[in-house]
C-alpha cells in the first residue's frame, strides 16, 4: 500500500438506538488494506439514491431532526416512529456504513493480476459503504470504466441503469408486450424511456405534473398519462390498448394508482374481447412496486377481474434471475452508453458532512423527481 | 331419444338490463336432443357455490330486491350499483342460464359409444347452466359415480374438491412447505384440512369465531387462528414459524387480512433470520385471493419488505396448468374419497323456484359460513 495514503477514513454512519433514535455520523476509522483480490477506491461521486434511504434514514421523521457537533463532524438525530421500530430490532445497536454504488479512482491494490490492472482506473462500484472517502472491494465487483471518464459520469452505473433494464428484460421473461411505468419523469424514467425508444419497446409513461410530462416527449416518448388530469383513467385506458401494455413497474406503492393501473389494463383487455366472461378477461395483469414514495396503505378495489399479479420486485433477486451472461451484457451496454442513454442529472453535489446538513436532509428524503443529489467525499 | 321425457324443461335465467335491473326468472326452453358425443342429464342436485354468485346475482343489491310473478313462476328484480354496471356491458341483454356444477341421472344418450356408456348411470358434471331440470353435455365431461351414488352427495365434486386439492397442488408447483387458508371452517375449508391432515401438508386455519376453530379441530387441525382475538397477529406468527407456511389462499378479498398474513409470514422469516436485511426477508412470501367474501377495497400497509407476491388464483387456468394427466388424477381421488374427504353438507335444500324466494336469496347471498344450499330441480 502507498505511504501517501492516509491511516484513517471518514465514513457516514447509520445508528438505530433501541430508544427509537436515529443518529447519524461521520466515523473516522482504520484506512482498510486491500486483501491479494480486492482493490482500494477513492471515491470520487456516490449518489443518494431512493433505495439509499431505508438504510440511512431508517424510517425516521426527518421533521424531527436535529443536528449537534461541529459543521466537518455533524451529529445528526431523528425520531423513528414506535411501529416501525419492530422491523428495525435486527439492526438496533449496530453502527451501519451507508451508499450502495459510486464512483473513483483505483488508489491501491492486492496482489493479484486481476486487482493490479486495475490501479489508477477509473472505475464504478456496488455494494455498500459508498458514502466515504475509500471503499476496499474485490476487484471482480469492479466495473473499469473508459479513459478519460468524469467518476461523476460513472456514480450511478449500476441502481438506475440496471433497474431500468432489468424492467425490459422482466417484460421479455415474462411474456409481456409493453411496459407502464410510475414516477416516469425520474432519472431512472428518463433511462428507461430512451432504453425503450432504442428497443422498439412500447412504453406508457405516468407523471404527475405537466412539466415531467414534457421531459419525457422531449426524449421521444408517445404516451405520458398525468395523473392529475381529469381524464387519467381514460388517457391511461387509451395508451394502454395501444400498445397491448400489461406490466407495471410502480416506484409509488401507496395510495390507489397501482389497482388503477390493473382496472385500466383490464378494461383495455375488455375493449377488444368478444364475449362475456364471468371472471373478467383472461389476460394476466401484472404490477411490480419497486420503490415507495408513498408509504401509506395501497388500496386495491379488486375491479380487475381474477388474471392478475402484484408483487415486489428487487433488483438482487432479478439479476440472479437473469445469470452472470445477463448481466455482463447489461453492465457492458451501460458503459458503452454512460454519458447518453445512462446519463444521471444531479441538481446538488455535497461533501459527507454536506450530506448530514439539515436542510439538504430533508431535500433528498423527500424524494421529490427532479431533486438529485450527489455526494463528492473526496473532491 | 325417449318418448317419455317432456318437450320443455324449466332453467333458471339472470338478466342484466342496461337500465341497470337485475331479472331472475325461470324460463322454459325447448328440451335439447343430444348429438351423437352427448349425453342428456336429469339433475336432481346442484349447489349454490359462492363462484356461482357473480353470475347470478351480477352484483346486485339484495336488499332492493322484490318479486312478482307466481310461486311457481317468480320473477324477482334488483337494483346494479351504477358503478358496477360498466363491468357488466359485455352481458347486457342477454339471459343467462346459471348454475357451474351439479349431478343427475343419464336419461337420454347420443349415438357414440362413450355417450351410451353412461345410459342410466348416475353422472357429476360442471360446465354451466345446471340450475335447470336437465342439462346436455358431452360425455367426456360427465364424472361417472359408483353405483348406487345420492345424486345429493355428487353435486359438489368438482368447484370445491378440485379448488382444495389445487390449492395443495399449487403449494408444491411453487415449492412452498406448507398453506394458511381463511374462511377456513367453509365447506370447502373442511375439505382442504381433511386432504392436509392426509397428505401431512402443515396448514394454518384462519376463522372468525370460535364455533368454527372446533368445527377445524375436531377434523385434526393443529392450527387454527381466529382473527377476532386479541392476540390474533402474535398467534398466526407463530403458526406461521411452526409450519413454515408462506403460502395462503383467501376467500375474502376486502380489508386489512392480506395484508396482515404477509406481514405475519414476514415476522416468521425474520425470526429465524441470522442477520439483518435492509429489504426485508428474502423468503418469497405469496396470498391468492380465490374469492371475494369481503367487496371493501384490500389494505396493504407492505410491512413484509420486498419479496412477495398476491395474485387472483381461479381453478380452471389451474387445471390448465395441471394438465390433463394431473386433472385425471385429481377426479379420481374425489370420487373415491367423495363421501369421506370431499363430504358436503347443505342447510337448505330448495327448488328452481325455492332458489328464487327473496329470504332464501337473501341468505345465500350472505355467504355466510355454515350456510349452504342445494338446488333439487327434479325431486
Chains 1, 2 share one sequence.
Not at 459520469?153 to 410510475?182: I, K, R
Not at 405534473?209 to 387509451?238: K, M, W
Amino acid at each position: 500500500m502507498p505511504n501517501e495514503l492516509p491511516e484513517t477514513m471518514r465514513q457516514i454512519r447509520s445508528l438505530v438506538k433501541a430508544s427509537g433514535t436515529l443518529e447519524l455520523t461521520i466515523a473516522s476509522v482504520e484506512m482498510p488494506q486491500p486483501e491479494p483480490h480486492e482493490v482500494l477506491v477513492r471515491i470520487e461521486a456516490a449518489p443518494i439514491n431512493p433505495s439509499d434511504l431505508g438504510l440511512l434514514l431508517a424510517t425516521a421523521d426527518v421533521d424531527t431532526a436535529t443536528t449537534s457537533g461541529t459543521a466537518d463532524n455533524p451529529v445528526v438525530t431523528a425520531t423513528i416512529p414506535p411501529q416501525a421500530l419492530r422491523g428495525l430490532a435486527a439492526r438496533s445497536g449496530q453502527s451501519m456504513p451507508v451508499g450502495n454504488e459510486g464512483a473513483g479512482v483505483v488508489v491501491a491494490a492486492g496482489s493479484s493480476e486481476e486487482a493490479q490492472a486495475l490501479m489508477n482506473r477509473t472505475v464504478a462500484i456496488i455494494g455498500g459503504a459508498t458514502y466515504a472517502e475509500y471503499r476496499c472491494v474485490p476487484a471482480a465487483l469492479c466495473l473499469s470504466l473508459p479513459e478519460g471518464t468524469n467518476p461523476a459520469d460513472g456514480a450511478s452505473c449500476f441502481v438506475n441503469p440496471l433497474t431500468a433494464l432489468g424492467m425490459v428484460e422482466t417484460m421479455n421473461m415474462e411474456g409481456h408486450q409493453g411496459l407502464v411505468h410510475t414516477a416516469a419523469a425520474s432519472n431512472l424514467g428518463q433511462m428507461l424511456q430512451r432504453i425503450c425508444v432504442a428497443d422498439g419497446v412500447p412504453l406508457v409513461n405516468i407523471v404527475r405534473r405537466p412539466e415531467q410530462e414534457q421531459i419525457l416527449r422531449d426524449l421521444g416518448a408517445r404516451h405520458v398519462c398525468n395523473s392529475n388530469s381529469p381524464s387519467f383513467l381514460d388517457d391511461l385506458t387509451s395508451a394502454l390498448v395501444d400498445t397491448g401494455a400489461t406490466l407495471a413497474f410502480d416506484a409509488i406503492g401507496g395510495g390507489r394508482q397501482v389497482g388503477q393501473i390493473l382496472a385500466c389494463m383490464e378494461a383495455a383487455a375488455n375493449a377488444t374481447a368478444t364475449e362475456y366472461s364471468r371472471y373478467g378477461s383472461t389476460v394476466h395483469k401484472q404490477v411490480y412496486i419497486y420503490g415507495g414514495l408513498d408509504r401509506s396503505p395501497t388500496e386495491l378495489n379488486r375491479n380487475f377481474g381474477m388474471t392478475w399479479g402484484i408483487g415486489g420486485w428487487l433488483l438482487t433477486p432479478f439479476l440472479g434471475k437473469l445469470g452472470s451472461e445477463g448481466i455482463v451484457r447489461l453492465r457492458e451496454r451501460v458503459v458503452a452508453e454512460l454519458t447518453t442513454t445512462f446519463a444521471s442529472h444531479y441538481t446538488d453535489e455535497v461533501s459527507l458532512a454536506g450530506a448530514l446538513n439539515l436542510d439538504a436532509l430533508k431535500v433528498y428524503a423527500r424524494q421529490a423527481t427532479g431533486q438529485k443529489f450527489l455526494i463528492r467525499p473526496t473532491t
